[in-house]
């Protein structure tokens, strides 16, 4: 058996999983400490099922936690960014056309160093070790301790992003470093990118995946944790921590797969109403539709590999502003009313009406016009029809013009509304076929973690002179859906999702890096030991 | 006529399509391009019609691999290095920039290094899309000299090049490139107002901005953009047929870095796997064959979009497992007389078929 977790920024909600059979669900508040809610929602959902802590094989959680910070700007640190790359680069120095709202919380410690690799091998201009260790005082004094190295050609050679990032640790010792080539392919900027935001999350990442493992301990949960990727496949605790911006999707990835598990429908679009925004994705045979070329992750371009995802300020905590003096209107006049996107967030419970609270929301709306049925109706204050009328038929435009912007066809398509808020997607959507609520749907996230999938990545270092490229091609692939397989990945479901070769010019022979990646479901039945991929990026040189 | 940062955006859209393929990403170009507005304002844009016959007219752009230009970033002082250079041997001021092809990245540049040299950028190309190769400049096949050129790295190093020949010119000037780490600027093809507006292609950043518009506009109103983009392409009066030749997605790649180009194969299958559509590129898209038959030809446009979005994807960008259309477009009928064909046809790749127009292969617009 397995438990899966999505901590939103919201609600926690926990899932029991004994094969494909959902044994026991619940949704508790999201804490401040947010240990004490995984506590609790790991608690409720054994206590249900009548199961001891020790018969749970492993642990999976996602969350929103990094994506949440980014997005709202919250809990950042300042990052000191050491580019080795000069002069070339130059013209677009480290965060170059990002928002200015970030750039602010991240602050411009920038440092534009000599150093990085031409395409062949060579330096573009040696390192200067010097400078690297003024770079690497001035930081310390200014107790700016997440850094993040970047280098020209790193992905074909590393060594002077990690020379670099020792040299930092050895005059910094509190400083934590993210080294580009880590996180990231061909494509300096994107990688940089990368680098920096997972650099901003250093703290954060520290103090949430150390309350989750708090919290498995506190209720005597031994089993491994294990964390969701973007792509939907789980790294270890040690390695979320390390590479938050790995799991940075993962949200959306569960609900998503989590939607298709719970549905067992293909291809839909799927709505995630959560408590603060909407995520809406797409299903194609059964996988989230990817973005091709870049994704933005709170206005910064980066290349992960991600769900295409359009996320709406609207949820079941979204503030609905209107002058109470309308509030028993008879005719609103559509200026007057905005819906979000604003939201009360995990102070739903004490600030919505419902709950005795001051602030009108959406829930609150769904309440009194009977599409729900929660909290104390009797605390909603006096709302004439034409006013619920008006702000229901808001929030429906709102969802319908997401969805019409993620069609890929003209016509009606299948909606899958899942979410804690999924009250606010009626039975019937304009531009919908049909709206499948599948049972569980408050909780598709959680699910989705459950049922991560298993991932196996091979990399080796060839030469094309030797083994024609098909066959090395052909070898890594066998060898990846193998490492799946022996994973407890399903054998016949297993797809190759990545092929990346990096040519070594400056290596006889024809050499590349091939790496090569392969995810399937976890073999139906088999109850859990799913393990993390046994390594990041690992070079041979 | 300006261009601002709503127009820029918009010619980077456009500019990447038209690139078929290559140029590189125009992204950077962009980032650079928005910096640079944020300094002055606008970029300023002059028709052909508006030179003098005697104004100093001067190309120019990046010239090396797309792979490397993603690491290998510009040290922003390339452009005016070179520009200045020229003035300087050429004893004059120069009046107007041109990019010495619309495609990419390229079709961005010119941008900034006109506005640093205070000088406007004329809305015209020399080669109505990306191509390769130097000499394969609509200026060539007019005869013109490349001559004198200058060839800038981020390293600081300048050199000048000069040589009665355009294909040994190229030949220098990819050497040069390789031994500078794989992408350097260069300045090249100074023309006469006379000459640029006898022969460079007319209007193509105005429509390169009208192709980006269109796209932007489809796809806030919920509408095809691939509708959108042909209909822009038809209306532009330079590129007068255009379709989507495959859908599928990509299940191999091979991309190499070679003698200082990005050359390779993309194979996109379709998604009942009953059909594949094999493309070679060298930079840019070159020919496509569909089950083994050829449905595009150099030098009508072939490029790898975003299939749900209508981005467009440079050969640099692309990546296993996308989810991707092939669109294919004619190229102006100045590239396809005989006498270009020579120059930028499937011959001078080395294709042994004779060129057929893409609208004849796909028994388009009969």
Known sequence: MRIGVDVGGTNTDAVLMDGSDVRAWTKQPTTADVSSGVAAAITAVLRQAGVAPGAIASVMIGTTHFANALVERSQLDPVGVLRLASPSGEALPPMTGWPTDLTAQIGNHVFLLPGGYEMDGREIAPLDETRIRDAARTLRSSKVDAIAISSAFAPINPAMEQRAAEIVRQVHPDAVVTVSYAIGRIGLVERENAAILNAALTSLAGRVISSFERALAAIGVSAPLYISQNDGTLISATQAATYPVLTIGSGPTNSMRGAAFLTGVTDAIVMDVGGTTTDVGVLINGFPRESSIAVDIGGVRTNFRMPDILAIGLGGGTRVHLDPALYEATALDAAALRVGPDSVGFRIAEEAMLFGGETLTTSDVAVATGRADFGDPSRLPALSDAVLQTVWQRIQTMLADSMDRMKTARGDVTILAVGGGNFLIPDTLKGAAKVIRPPHADVANAVGAAIAQIGAQVEQLVSYDKVPRATVIAQLSDEARARVAAAGGDIEKVQIVDVDEVFLSYMPGRAAQVRVRAVSDLVEGRTADATPEASLAAHAH | ?366
């Open chain 2, 1 to 366: 006529m300006r261009i601002d940062r709503a127009a820029l955006a918009d010619l980077a859209t456009g500019a990447a399509f038209l690139g078929s393929g290559g140029g590189g990403d125009p992204y950077y170009a962009m980032l650079l391009g928005e910096a640079e507005l944020a300094r002055r304002g606008s970029f300023e844009l002059v028709t052909l019609d508006t030179l003098a016959d005697d104004a100093l007219v001067v190309p120019c752009g990046w010239v090396g691999a797309p792979t490397v230009s993603v690491e290998k970033l510009p040290s922003g002082k390339e452009a005016m290095a070179g520009l200045q250079r020229l003035e300087a041997m050429l004893g004059r001021k120069i009046d107007a920039v041109m990019p010495i092809e619309i495609g990419g990245s390229n079709g961005l540049a010119p941008l900034v290094a006109a506005a640093e040299l205070g000088v406007p950028v004329v809305d015209a190309d020399g080669m109505g899309r990306a191509f390769p190769e130097s000499q394969m400049a609509i200026f060539n096949i007019h005869g013109i000299s490349a001559c004198p050129s200058v060839v800038t790295a981020a390293s600081g190093s300048l050199t000048v090049i000069e040589t009665s020949d355009n294909v040994e010119h190229e030949r220098l000037a990819r050497a040069l490139a390789i031994a500078l780490g794989g992408i350097a600027h260069m300045v090249e093809y100074p023309l006469s107002g006379a000459q640029a507006k006898a022969y460079a292609v007319p209007g193509s950043i105005s429509v390169a901005i009208a192709i980006g518009a269109a796209i932007r506009q489809a796809r806030a109103a919920g509408e095809d953009p691939f509708e959108a983009l042909f209909t822009a392409l038809w209306e532009s009066g330079l590129y007068a047929h255009a379709g989507i030749l495959f859908d599928g997605k990509i299940t191999d790649l091979e991309r190499e870095t070679q003698g200082g180009f990005s050359v390779g194969r993309i194979v996109i299958e379709a998604f009942d796997g009953q059909s594949r559509v094999e493309v070679d590129f060298q930079n840019e898209n070159l020919l496509a064959r569909r089950d083994g038959k050829i449905v595009a030809m150099v030098p009508d446009i072939l490029t790898v979009m975003d299939r749900e979005t209508a981005d467009s994807i440079t050969t640099e960008r692309l990546k296993y497992g996308q989810r991707v259309k092939l669109v294919g477009a004619a190229a102006p009928a100045m590239l396809r007389t005989a006498r270009a064909l020579d120059f930028v046809g499937p011959g001078a790749f080395g294709y042994p078929d004779a060129y057929v127009p893409i609208e004849r292969l796909n028994g388009w617009g009969a």
